[in-house]
Each structure stands twice: as C-alpha cells, then as structure tokens.
C-alpha cells in the first residue's frame, strides 16, 4: 500500500495549482487583449476587425468587445451593469 499523503504536501500541491492557474489566468488574459487588437478575425463571431460594429452580437455584447475592455484594468472581465 501507498503512504497517505500528508496534509502539507496537500497544501503545497494546492498552493503551486493555484500560482500556476493565476499565471496561465493573465497569460491567457494578455493573448484575449492582442488578438482582440490585431488584424485577426474575431475569435468569437468571425468577422474581420474593421466589420466589429456589425457583430450580430452587438458591440458591447461580442467577446472581442469584452477583451478589448479587458486593458489597463487589473485583468478581470467588467462586472454586468446594473
Ligand atoms: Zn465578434
């Protein structure tokens, strides 16, 4: 049988988890803001850059909206008008 698995060990396996998905979480944050300021077409509807204001999703209300917004905050999605 294997030795259980001290708490501790626990504790640091959930700790390094945590930093590494806060790190992957902002990598992933500065990759949505580039792509949603390049010349790419839009990774949520399709439509090239400069057709941005026809997303049938409306613009706020496409993804690439909400990426866009997502610069000079401190990484987190705009919280929904009230
Ligand atoms: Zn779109």
Same mark, same amino acid.
């Given at each position: 049988? #294997?030795? $259980?698995? #001290?708490?501790?060990?626990?504790?640091?396996?959930?700790?390094?988890?945590?930093?590494?998905?806060?790190?992957? #979480?902002?990598?992933?944050?500065?990759?949505?803001?580039?792509? #949603?300021?390049?010349?790419?077409?839009?990774?949520?509807?399709?439509?090239?850059?400069?057709?941005?204001?026809?997303?049938?999703?409306?613009f706020?209300?496409?993804?690439?909206a909400?990426?866009?917004?997502?610069?000079?905050?401190?990484?987190?999605? $705009?919280?929904?008008?009230?």
């Amino acid at each position: 049988m #294997s030795e $259980p698995i #001290s708490r501790e060990a626990l504790m640091k396996t959930i700790e390094n988890l945590t930093e590494t998905n806060e790190q992957l #979480s902002t990598d992933n944050d500065t990759l949505r803001i580039i792509i #949603s300021k390049s010349d790419i077409d839009c990774i949520y509807c399709g439509l090239p850059k400069k057709d941005m204001g026809k997303c049938a999703y409306g613009f706020p209300g496409c993804g690439r909206a909400d990426d866009l917004l997502m610069e000079d905050t401190d990484g987190t999605e $705009p919280e929904p008008a009230v």
